[in-house]
């Protein structure tokens, strides 16, 4: 699979997710808020078992605890800033208004 493939597998897999997201919060009648919440501890708590399986020992994960953190928090602040730019840029296409 080549970079292009993996960038698409990645987009889909993010619309996926968000459509998941809104389906099975609004099924609920949970208010959006509390499926970000979940969505945002599903993808910490999946990450947490790639590292703790990518460690392959208890002594190698507690080890990596900070930089994996520290990677991680970088990651969601980028990718934060990002959307949240793409918002303000877009916000009556998104929002609608």
């Known amino acids: 699979m080549n970079n292009q493939d993996y960038d698409q ?3 889909q897999l993010i619309d996926q997710f968000i ?3 809104n389906e099975k919060g609004q099924a609920s009648g949970a208010p959006p808020h509390v499926a970000g919440a979940a969505l945002m501890f599903a993808a910490s708590r999946f990450n947490a078992f790639l ?3 990518n460690a392959g020992t208890v002594e190698k994960f507690a080890a990596n605890r900070d930089e ?3 990677y ?3 990651q969601f602040d980028k990718m934060m ?3 949240v730019n793409d ?3 877009n916000f009556d296409k998104y929002i609608g208004q």
């Open 87 to 89: 918002y303000e840029q």
């Open 72 to 74: 991680f928090r970088q």
């Open 9 to 11: 597998e990645f987009w």
């Open 51 to 53: 590292l703790a399986r």
């Open 68 to 70: 994996a953190l520290a």
């Open 19 to 21: 459509q998941f997201a």
């Open 81 to 83: 800033a990002e959307n």
